[in-house]
């Protein structure tokens, strides 16, 4: 377990951009807010789950034209 402590710390540096839709969006944002629930009702630390979520929600939409560049 200490092993991947570290690989964490090493890589919090590093940004990952996924791309998704309105719909996949909610999905995520659905199921962060039912996993925080769960630790909220075990009494488990719940905080990085809230941070995450207000992340998801405020993540910028790539415009249409980004995305036929892209592709």
Do not use: G
């Not at 990952?16 to 039912?34: F, G, K, S, W, Y």
């Not at 009702?41 to 979520?53: C, E, P, R, T, V």
């Amino acid at each position: 377990m200490t092993n991947m402590r570290n690989w964490f710390k090493k890589q919090n540096d590093e940004m990952i951009e996924i791309q998704v839709d309105d719909t996949e969006r909610r999905i995520i944002v659905r199921a962060l807010a039912d996993l925080r629930d769960k630790q909220r009702m075990a009494h488990k630390n719940y905080d990085f789950l809230d941070s995450l979520i207000v992340k998801v929600c405020d993540a910028n939409s790539p415009s249409i034209k980004d995305h036929y560049e892209r592709c």
